[in-house]
């Protein structure tokens, strides 16, 4: 015979562990191949995932460059407190192979 909490109390740690799963999916490092304009969206998507939804980001096309090998993107992030920039380096097949972001004090998906 199962202890009567026992059922509510499997349902809630089976729901909140479905939930956890759900917030922590993975970003997709692979982007469409093709041009500079491809590499600064798919940049510019993942950026966005990794900062607080109250930030925005901003491609800086003057200093984004295209090399033989990669695309090494450049972005503005800010937010009402900070600001800074981030990096990605997106190879010729769109998979982002480097990334950062700079002068933001970032613990998990916030800033300090």
Known sequence: MMNPIFRP??????LSLTACGF???SFDMQGK???IGDA???CRKFMTYLIPE???VYIDE??????EEYY????????D????????????KGMIIYHVIREFRQQGRSFN
């Open 9 to 14: 109390v499997m349902m809630l740690l089976v």
């Open 23 to 25: 917030q922590n999916q």
């Open 33 to 35: 191949a093709g041009d």
């Open 40 to 42: 600064m969206e798919h």
């Open 54 to 56: 109250n930030a925005y």
């Open 62 to 67: 003057a200093s984004s460059r295209e090399t």
């Open 72 to 79: 090494d993107i450049f972005l503005d992030i800010h937010d």
């Open 81 to 92: 407190k900070e600001s800074g920039y981030g990096q990605c380096r997106v190879d010729k």
